[in-house]
């Protein structure tokens, strides 16, 4: 549907237009919760993976799964977080220690970031390694949790895997 049309729709039917696009969603197995955003992400990242020659085959981690939301197929953890665009900060990572100076015990092997645009198409797909993750975490004393902030240095330093540039 052309952007002009969607002025011409009452309130109500906007809301029923969203909630059967979210129903069709569900249905054809593209999200699992209302979480749009983070779906969208994550949808993108193993479609990504999977058609990329050199890169392993995910899929998403059983739901519910903490801090993981695809796995390879040697058993490798993934933790995804989308971030909108302009926005460079993820949302956080619970059960990954306290903000003291110990190690905490490892809950994934990569973490992927994926900023995507307002018509929910991917920037950029950023991977970081588990040490790239505790360099790079910052504590969220309100939430009480990890998230990070993505940074030139990061950007540099991540290994890419998708960019619109």
Sequence with gaps: MDDKHYHEINDEDLWLLYANTELELKKRGLVRTRNI???????????KYCSTKGLPNLQAAPEGTQNVDALSRKGERYSIKTITEPGKTTGVFYGCG???DSVPEKKFE???IV???KDYTPKFIIELDW???LK???????M???NISV???LLKEAKMIFTED
Excluded: C, M, P
């Design 37 to 47: 955003v983070g779906e969208r992400g994550e949808f993108l990242t193993i479609s």
């Design 98 to 100: 306290d903000n003291d």
């Design 110 to 112: 990569y973490v992927v």
């Design 115 to 117: 900023q995507i645009k």
């Design 131 to 133: 040490e790239q993750f």
């Design 136 to 142: 790079y975490r910052k504590w969220h004393s309100t």
């Design 144 to 146: 009480r949790a990890w």
């Design 151 to 153: 940074t030139k240095n």
